[in-house]
């Protein structure tokens, strides 16, 4: 996966309700996307439609994404579900330290174990991270700086080049409250420099970054174009086959 293509993601979160409108709705996206090689595009259904919905996609350019993966292959792990499982079922990207499941607990130790396997069985981690508020002082950078570092501490710049960033300020999801283009181009200028700080230039230059927050048809072409990173995950307006074709055009 080159750099320079945009990625796409549908992160559904727990919806849709059903097995036949997951069907519906990987169907109607599939359609939209037969064979475009650009932007890159994947969606993320809960765990209990992948296969079905993957089956579905299976002809299109649309790739498969879980919302999770856990960090152990095998054993006695009630509830749990491994990369190897999701690999089986042609799972392309799977999406970790979302600010969802941080906030049920998931630690940055256990998002850096995550990415291990994941990256170890070759599969695209798309790692979150993001500040729970702006605060005048700018605190909030280095929050982003802090989760950073943690992939640092296990990731060579070999490997954090195979992850995929994406930052989602978490009072931008599902509020309505999208940053504005010129809040993402500061960040990725931000992330750039904290990567070439922990790494070096050019491995901040080839970490692909995607913003993640109230992306809807309306704001996508701006953000895209102006805010510097390369892609979304988008997560409310993926639910609307409509809403994420415009989205992915207007990157494309
Ligand atoms: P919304 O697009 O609904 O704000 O969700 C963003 C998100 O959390 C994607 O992972």
Redesign the pocket.
């Known amino acids: 996966m080159k750099k320079s293509v945009p990625l796409v993601v549908g992160?559904w979160k727990l919806n849709p309700v059903t097995l036949k409108e997951a069907i519906a709705l990987g169907a109607a996206v599939a359609k939209k996307h037969k064979k475009a090689e650009e932007p890159c595009v994947a969606i993320a259904p809960p765990f209990p439609y992948l296969s079905d919905v993957g089956k579905k996609i299976s002809k299109s350019s649309v790739s498969l994404a879980a919302q999770d993966v856990y960090f152990k292959n095998i054993g006695a792990h009630t509830g749990e579900v491994s990369v190897l499982q999701l690999k089986d079922l042609g799972v392309k990207y799977v999406?970790i330290g979302?600010s969802?499941r941080r906030a049920m607990g998931e630690t940055d130790e256990e998002v850096k174990q995550k990415t291990q396997i994941t990256l170890k069985h070759l599969l695209t981690p798309i790692v979150?991270v993001g500040e729970r508020e702006r605060d005048e002082l700018g605190n909030f950078f280095s929050f982003v700086e802090s989760q950073l570092r943690n992939l640092s501490e296990v990731f060579t710049s070999i490997q954090i080049k195979k992850v995929v960033i994406a930052y989602?300020p978490i009072w931008?999801?599902?509020?309505g409250n999208t940053a504005t283009a010129d809040d993402v181009k500061e960040m990725q200028l931000f992330i750039e420099s904290v990567l070439t700080k922990l790494y070096d230039r050019p491995t901040a230059k080839n970490v692909r970054l995607i913003y993640?927050?109230?992306?809807k048809p309306d704001n996508a072409r701006t953000l895209q174009s102006e805010g510097g990173m390369n892609g979304f995950?988008?997560?409310?307006?993926s639910l609307k086959a409509e809403d994420f074709a415009s989205i992915i055009k207007a990157v494309s």
């Open positions: 992160n999406i979302h969802e979150c989602e931008a999801i599902g509020t993640g927050g109230s992306v995950l988008v997560g409310g307006a």
